[in-house]
């Protein structure tokens, strides 16, 4: 186990074109890679999420997400992100 706790607070989730799994959470930004080949029976979500950190110091609930082609669209009580998912 990696210490996180089993619980994020995801308010909003999404997935990408290349099988992404994006989560808004209470404190910030989540991702799981290949989220359709992920064996959730058998394994801990919340040892494979990573978390994306925020632009400055914004660690707020992330209350919206939208995919779009180039850019993961989220946001915050402190303002509206374009996230480039290609970098």
Same mark, same amino acid.
């Given at each position: 186990?990696?210490? +996180?706790?089993?619980?994020?607070?995801?308010?909003?989730?999404? =997935?990408?074109?290349?099988?992404?799994?994006?989560?808004?959470?209470?404190?910030?930004?989540?991702?799981?890679?290949?989220?359709? +080949?992920?064996?959730?029976?058998?394994?801990?979500?919340?040892?494979?999420? $990573?978390?994306?950190?925020?632009?400055? $110091?914004?660690?707020?609930?992330?209350?919206?997400?939208?995919?779009?082609?180039?850019?993961? =669209?989220?946001?915050?009580?402190?303002?509206?992100?374009?996230?480039?998912?290609?970098?």
């Amino acid at each position: 186990s990696s210490g +996180q706790s089993n619980s994020i607070g995801t308010m909003s989730s999404c =997935i990408d074109e290349k099988g992404t799994l994006w989560l808004g959470a209470n404190k910030g930004l989540y991702r799981l890679e290949r989220a359709h +080949q992920f064996d959730y029976l058998h394994k801990n979500l919340f040892d494979y999420v $990573q978390e994306v950190h925020l632009p400055g $110091q914004d660690s707020s609930m992330v209350n919206f997400l939208k995919n779009t082609t180039d850019y993961l =669209i989220f946001g915050t009580a402190l303002g509206v992100y374009f996230f480039d998912k290609f970098l």
